[in-house]
């Protein structure tokens, strides 16, 4: 059966949820919750597992 979606491998390491939001507990001055973004470093933020070959392409 195709799919449609991606042929990418999702990555084991953060499965596929690479971009978290961390909350430090802290507020700005503004009163908002302060968070930290933070991609995940297996995939650099895709969610799928990038063939090394692609990034060695792109030069990265
Ligand atoms: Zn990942």
Redesign the pocket.
Known sequence: MPQHTSNLPV??????F?NVAITTGQTTPDGQRQTITAD??????????TPARAYARAGA
């Not at 990555?11 to 596929?16: L, T």
């Open positions: 990555c084991s390491h953060c499965d596929g690479p995940c470093p297996a995939c650099h933020g895709t969610g799928h597992t």
